[in-house]
């Protein structure tokens, strides 16, 4: 192993957005979900982080991260499992192979950047932690399958075992004590049904006053309704909803969606105290798609929020006019319409209430226009630490 060298590997990894929601843990330490969940990876060519993963014998321990150019403390428990893991599988290559270079003696540099808010409603703990993870497999060489790595990445963020994998995916929230059989799987590849796509109404760029791990037990504990929630809705809606992806049924699709939205927030508002994700905002954005679907006489349009403020409207590339165009009438002049929204045309209908448009205006700071998309990506644009610094490299 040359003393100086600095190896490295980089990989790009998705958002995902579920439309049926992971919350509340049956272990938290293992980072074990009360209930299964389902998910659309999104497109990273609008929401990913990028993440570089180093390793080198001139670096000098501890382990360290950079995020969007900020140090970050990487001492607690979840991303040292993470590592842990990553390492004991590295080990154990190098120990049937003494030619392998001894890459798991060697202090991690990781530098990672997100081109959408950290910390916001927009699942950044889940695409980070997914190529935090990815990154060091690779960097490893390590041969194991999203789906074998999706128990390491659950063990940093819950939701980032679902980024691994590309189009719909669902999390088995799995029995077993040790957690070996809770694991993300892809329901279909985005290829499945590639018209889909979501609209982001960002609501709040800024750090949501509740942490999605802090709010999730404390429901747990407090909300009379979450055990009826985890125990008997959620199984009966992860049924409703792969059929409806394998038969690529919107109607099942949105309706399914938006009633998880709405009992995901209910269990929110139970908690004691209770916790407020959604504001004015937020309820207008549903005022206009119930309008929508109703101009239309069917659900063409779903609304879902995570635990933040920001809308995540769902539709087909087909009624793309009639659902994103209406909001481009009223959002036209915000960032993010750029691109693939040229071609949506801004549309006026007599079915939605201008007061609800009114407050979209005023609340809205910008528009994310996506689609559903592949899983992780390994790139050849490394982010590196050389003598502390940060360096980006073709």
């Known amino acids: 192993m040359a003393e100086g060298r600095v190896y490295q590997s980089s990989t790009t990894a998705p958002v995902n957005i579920a439309v049926i929601k992971y919350w509340g843990k049956r272990d938290p330490t293992l980072n074990l979900p009360t209930n299964s969940s389902l998910s659309v990876t999104l497109a ?25 150019g900020s140090p970050q403390d990487i001492s607690s428990h979840r991303p040292v499992a993470c590592i842990r893991e990553l390492r004991t599988l590295r080990t154990s290559l190098e120990a049937a192979n003494p030619d392998l270079p001894k890459l798991s003696t060697l202090p991690l540099r990781l530098v990672s950047e997100n081109n959408f808010p950290t910390a916001a409603g927009l699942a950044s703990s889940a695409a980070g932690f997914a190529a935090f993870v990815r990154a060091i497999a690779d960097l490893y060489e390590l041969p194991v399958t999203p789906t074998e790595l999706s128990r390491i990445a659950r063990q940093g963020s819950g939701s980032a075992c679902r980024s691994l994998f590309g189009g719909y995916v669902a999390w088995r929230h799995g029995e077993l004590p040790d957690g070996t059989d809770s694991m993300a799987v892809q329901v279909a590849p985005a290829s499945h049904w590639p018209e889909m796509r979501a609209l982001i109404l960002v609501v709040s760029a800024s750090k949501k006053d509740v942490s999605s791990t802090t709010g999730m037990q404390t429901t ?9 929630r985890a125990n008997t809705v959620v199984p009966q809606r992860m049924s409703e909803m792969e059929l409806a992806i394998q038969e690529k049924n ?44 109703l101009a239309a006489g069917r659900i063409i349009a779903a609304y879902t929020f995570d635990a933040g403020p920001n809308a995540v409207i769902y539709f087909l590339e087909e009624h793309k006019n009639e659902v994103a165009g209406i909001f481009k009438e009223a959002l036209g002049s915000l960032e993010g319409w750029e691109g693939k929204g040229e071609t949506i045309k801004a549309t006026k209908t007599t079915g939605v209430d201008e007061k609800y448009l009114a407050v979209l205006k005023d609340g809205v700071s910008r528009v994310i226009l996506t689609s559903v998309g592949e899983g992780p990506i390994k790139v050849d644009q490394h982010l590196t630490v050389e003598d502390d610094s940060t360096t980006k490299e073709g």
């Open 44 to 68: 990273q060519s609008d929401l990913r982080t990028h993440t570089t993963a180093s390793c080198s014998a001139k670096f000098s321990p501890p382990d360290t991260l950079l995020l969007n």
């Open 220 to 228: 747990v504990k407090t909300s009379t309704l979450f055990p009826t």
């Open 250 to 293: 919107f109607g099942v699709f949105g309706m399914v969606t938006m009633r998880e939205s709405n009992s995901f927030h209910a269990t929110c508002l139970d908690t004691d105290p209770p916790i407020f994700y959604l504001n004015d905002v937020s309820r207008a954005a549903i005022r206009v798609v119930e309008q929508v679907n």
